[in-house]
T-cell receptor
């Protein structure tokens, strides 16, 4: 039973365009959501987060949107850069801090 | 400053052997989490500690897996009588405070291969 789902295993975009990564969750008790970025041979690195009381959080080129009624969140990267090429994981936090991760989406930004 | 470190980075063992994986969290971090990650999947929760107390071990697959954090800092994940299905990347993360609304900082992981 996958509580957090990233239905797109991969995404390819042109440099300068927008990248949109999607994530769906099933448990309405989740109250905090995070995006992690992972390069090969490294551990996941925190990118951006959003609390369930908000619907948008922005940090530079990265914006996360949360639609609680649809149990859906998305990460927008604009403009996309080749250095953004990595695996992106969506995660939902239980009240104890335990993270439930999606399967990941591999983003490739082409120069 | 120093991040989360894990050792060994790679471990190859024969089926039936015991292994101990070490995690050294960021100094002063209250919470420490263990995850396991299969190829092509996201990390999957195993267990976590606040200080030295194990708060939740619901993700441990069976009783061959155990973890400790005796002094509230370094943690060891032990797998007894390893099986081939235990092969995976084992990741440790630490967080400055307990509970939700906290970023977790991940280590580089230990790649375990059971032959």
């Amino acid at each position: 039973d996958q509580q957090v789902k990233q239905n797109s295993p991969s995404l390819s975009v042109q440099e300068g365009r927008i990248s949109i990564l999607n994530c769906d969750y099933t448990n309405s008790m989740f109250d905090y959501f995070l995006w992690y970025k992972k390069y090969p041979a490294e551990g996941p690195t925190f990118l951006i987060s959003i609390s369930s009381i908000k619907d948008k959080n922005e940090d530079g080129r990265f914006t996360v949107f949360l639609n609680k009624s649809a149990k859906h969140l998305s990460l927008h990267i604009v403009p996309s850069q080749p250095g953004d090429s990595a695996v992106y994981f969506c995660a939902a936090s239980s009240p104890t801090g335990k993270l439930i991760f999606g399967q990941g989406t591999t983003l490739q930004v082409k120069p | 400053g120093a991040g989360v470190s894990q050792s060994p980075r790679y471990k190859v063992t024969k089926r039936g052997q015991d292994v101990a994986l070490r995690c050294d969290p960021i100094s002063g971090h209250v919470s420490l989490y263990w995850y396991r990650q299969a190829l092509g999947q996201g990390p999957e929760f195993l267990t976590y500690f606040n200080y030295e107390a194990q708060q939740d071990k619901s993700g441990l697959p069976n009783d061959r897996f155990s973890a400790e954090r005796p002094e509230g800092s370094i943690s060891t994940l032990t797998i007894q009588r390893t099986e081939q299905r235990d092969s995976a990347m084992y990741r440790c993360a630490s967080s400055p405070e307990a509970g939700s609304y906290n970023e977790q900082f991940f280590g580089p992981g230990t790649r375990l291969t059971v032959l």
